[in-house]
């Protein structure tokens, strides 16, 4: 009776989940422009194809990344002694699996006495096999300063004014046969950029094509065209976003997936070419090789003519100006290597070698906080990684060391569950000032595997069945200088998140954020100090099912930054969400108002919001003024899904937004997204 009674407090919505991932991981990056399509993608799969739990794989449960390793490990255990799941509800008898974690992967598991055919025909995976077509258009109807109607011999002459129009244009044409074939085509134009004239003749600025197989005995995945690549824990080699420190506390370790296909349209972070990951037993051998053009500033040699090197790579994929469509293709990268990995039952341990080189040399200007990065044509990289589950521990970690400097980093970190009710997590970094891989994620406070030393400690206590607590410390420091810091520096990180969550209905945490970073003083000196930066966030935030088709949700956050050299400065946002999900229409609508009042840009506060399908729009709010955006989505004729969002700030202290190209004149800024998929 209890489990049949409990079914209400099981599961949550997918868009929960995928909102709950993205939000963690824009926290962290703190950026508006970002594309998280692969990290969101296998959610959405899994969603729609469930997990059958009595036959899955380790990969697949891993893949999900709602799982840590022992609670894996505790289902496979408990289905090799007692045989396989009746039901779901099974799960609450796992020692290291709590309703919280039972309530995340609900929604993309399921229990099933039959076994998925391994074996795939041309038949079956034509028949079975989904086709999608996305087509998408994004513009903000006030006018920039970029796109002012100038004659022709400025437009030639000047950097400050766009050559195309304001209008982002996307499509991304896909056939997927479950997670063993992807093949796919993707597009797009950013804002400012031409469209079928000028620079793009051929119509969008970026395209990018795959083709992807996976599933074999022997030659396990293929990979064609465009894919990402990842090994260990990040610190030699990770194409792509992944997790850091988050409100999740627990999950800091990185789960790679050595190969998948390429599907979003960062135009930097991504292979091209071709990849194969060949197994026997629990070996595997993933090779890979890539060759792509990137965005550098080319100069000339003032004494050989011909000699030509980069002073910089850009990485932003925006061709709007004459100096970016310059820069556009400069350089060639090309990239080799190898990922030798052993798996068995809880243990696994694999050694990586890649090689990175350029057609041209890269030599920036030499200044004392960058004199040990990376200057030249080649370099490689080469490490090791580990991962053991010994009953409720997991250790795992990588070291890797660059050839370029001769110089080590290292991760190293545990897991460990006393029981559902309490998980704890502490990692070890040390990366040296001097190391260099240009494609890494590690676990790190700066945006860089590098110049860094620091050990993090989290915990995640279940108090009872309505009360729970994450929280992390985090000490760092950076052995030299780092941009806009003329000293060697340190710094803490702490947060506390107490959550109030008594049924599936009601949910209500808060949350303080401290963080202690030095800079470089604003007041000036001949030679300037660094001073502390403090940084305090408070949060409440309140999500209530009013019914089953409705949804509010609530948040007040408020900020304040100290430092010897400035004012003290605070920053508030309110934000209230209305969702409105009929699962008898096919209509949602999602609608937001917000007030917010900054001291300065410093106090932004970055909030996730709602959007289209693949899309991403987690903007900073800043200044003072209010926000508002609805998003609907209809669905119709079986096949088509069309989204579409109108979102609007009023600034009521600004006569001006942003500065430069991107200036509008007046107080008001507006976005709007249309966005058609067609699947069959």
């Known amino acids: 009776m209890y489990l049949v009674t409990s079914v209400s407090l099981f599961g949550q919505e997918r868009s929960e989940i995928i909102q709950q991932r993205i939000e963690f991981i824009s926290e962290q990056l703190e950026s508006e422009d970002i594309d998280l399509t692969n990290v969101i993608e296998q959610l959405n799969y899994y969603f729609d194809n469930k997990i059958n739990l009595n036959n899955a794989q380790f990969d697949q449960l891993e893949e999900l990344n709602l799982l840590t390793d022992v609670q894996i490990y505790d289902l496979l255990l408990h289905i090799k002694l007692y045989g396989k799941l009746i039901s779901v509800y099974e799960l609450q008898s796992l020692k290291y699996w709590d309703l919280e974690t039972i309530r995340l992967v609900m929604p993309f598991v399921k229990v099933d006495d039959k076994l998925d055919n391994i074996h795939i025909t041309f038949k079956e995976a034509m028949k079975e096999g989904k086709f999608e ?130 599907t979003s349209v960062d135009e930097a972070r991504f292979m091209r070419g071709a990849a194969v990951e060949t197994g026997y037993k629990s070996w595997s051998l993933l090779t890979f090789g890539s060759m792509k053009k990137l965005d550098g500033s080319a100069v000339q040699d003032s004494i050989l003519d011909d000699l030509e090197f980069i002073s910089s790579i850009n990485l932003s994929g925006l061709h709007r100006t004459n100096s970016e469509i310059s820069r556009k293709n400069t350089l060639t990268e090309y990239i080799g290597g190898g990922n030798l990995k052993f798996r068995k039952r809880a243990f696994s341990a694999g050694v990586a070698a890649v090689y990175q080189g350029y057609d041209k040399v890269l030599s920036r200007d030499t200044l004392p906080y960058n004199q040990f990065d990376f200057r030249g044509d080649q370099m490689m990289s080469i490490s090791g990684d580990y991962n053991l589950v010994k009953r409720n521990f997991n250790f795992f970690g990588e070291s890797s060391f660059s050839t370029y400097n001769k110089v080590w980093a290292h991760l190293h970190g545990v897991l460990f569950s006393m029981d559902s009710r309490a998980s704890f997590a502490l990692v070890y970094r040390n990366y040296d000032r001097a190391y260099q891989t240009f494609y890494n994620a590690g676990f790190a406070e700066g945006s860089q595997t590098q110049n860094e030393k620091g050990i993090y400690f989290g915990t995640k206590l279940k108090l009872n069945s309505s009360w729970s607590i994450n929280a992390y410390a985090d000490v760092f420091s950076f052995p030299w200088m780092k941009y806009q810091v003329d000293a060697p520096s340190a ?126 729009a987690v903007p900073a709010y800043y200044y003072r003024g209010s926000r508002a955006y609805v998003l609907v989505r209809y669905s119709f004729l079986r096949k088509f899904d069309l989204w579409v969002r109108y979102g609007n700030f009023i600034y009521a202290n600004r006569t001006s937004i942003g500065s430069g190209a991107e200036e509008i004149k007046g107080s008001v800024k507006s976005d709007i997204t249309v966005q058609l998929r067609i699947s069959f």
């Open 133 to 262: 077509w996305f087509l998408r258009y994004q513009t903000t109807p006030q006018e920039k300063n970029g796109y002012s109607n100038v004659p022709d011999s400025i437009l030639q002459s000047s950097n400050s004014f766009y050559y195309g129009n304001a209008d982002r244009y996307y499509s991304r044409l896909r056939y997927s046969y479950k997670t063993n074939i992807s093949i796919g085509l993707t597009a797009e134009k950013d804002p400012g950029e031409t469209f079928f004239k000028g620079a793009n003749k051929n119509g969008f600025d970026f395209y990018s094509a795959h083709a992807f197989f996976k599933g074999g005995k022997y030659v396990r995945a293929v990979a064609l065209g465009d894919y990402q690549v990842q090994i260990g824990q990040g610190v030699n080699f990770w194409s792509g976003y992944a997790f850091g420190k988050t409100a999740d506390v627990t999950n800091v370790k990185k789960t790679a997936q050595p190969l998948r296909p390429y």
């Open 491 to 616: 710094g803490h990180e702490i947060m506390i998140q107490p959550t109030y969550k008594p049924n599936k209905q009601l949910e209500i945490y808060g949350r303080y954020r401290q963080q202690l970073r030095q800079k470089n003083s604003r007041n000036e000196f001949d030679i300037t100090p660094i001073e502390d930066v403090q940084q305090r966030n408070y949060r409440i935030n309140l999500s209530y099912a009013v019914s089953e088709f409705i949804t509010i949700k609530s948040r007040i956050e408020y900020v304040t930054i100290d430092r010897l050299s400035n004012e003290k400065e605070s920053g508030m946002i309110f934000t209230q969400d209305v969702l409105f999900k009929p699962k008898s229409f096919p209509l949602d609508v999602s609608l937001r108002y917000a007030l917010f009042d900054t001291d300065s840009y410093d106090t932004r506060i970055y909030t996730y919001e709602n959007n289209a399908l693949y899309t991403f």
